[in-house]
């Protein structure tokens, strides 16, 4: 059974959001008062969004994509997770799933977390093509510390 969620993003400019998705060659809705959405799940029919990604333009969904304005400005993601990853998989060479967790640190190529999988979606790359994880960090003259990589331990401050 899939699995239906709503995301609460940091997200607050529709217009870069919506931009981003219509080059990602989405046809993209926005309603300023909201519409409802259309989907096979009881559980994501019937809710509002303000910018929607229709099921008929999503290969084998089962429902639209939504977001919606939440009473802070910020959107949230309504969406049945597997329509999600099946959206960008057409973008995407590999993904990243599952939550950060700080108490797991990981020392596998792309993870950041014990609890998370990389899923390699096509087959440009495989995962020997991405070293362990190390962490660079330089010391500018004014004092200010640059950390770049994956600080597996967590950052020293």
């Known amino acids: 059974m899939s699995k239906y969620g709503e995301t609460q993003t940091v997200l607050r400019e529709e217009k870069f959001l919506v931009e981003v998705l219509k080059e990602m060659g989405y046809e993209i809705e926005v309603h300023p008062e909201g519409t ?16 929607i990604i229709r099921r008929h333009e999503l290969r084998g969904a089962c429902g639209d994509i939504g977001f919606a304005r939440q009473p802070d400005g910020r959107l949230t993601l309504i969406a049945v997770a597997e329509q999600v990853l099946q959206a960008h998989q057409a973008h995407l ?12 640190p990981s020392g596998l190529p792309l993870r950041t977390s014990r609890s998370q999988a990389l ?3 096509t087959s440009r790359y495989d995962v020997r093509d991405f070293g362990p994880q190390s962490v660079e960090v330089t010391s500018h003259p004014d004092g200010r510390a640059e950390v770049t ?3 597996i331990l967590g950052l020293p401050w």
């Open 36 to 51: 409802q959405l259309n989907s096979y799940s009881s559980e994501q029919e019937g809710k509002l969004a303000n910018i």
């Open 93 to 104: 060479d590999f993904a990243v799933l599952g939550r950060f967790n700080e108490a797991q």
């Open 119 to 121: 899923r390699m979606l």
């Open 149 to 151: 990589g994956f600080p």
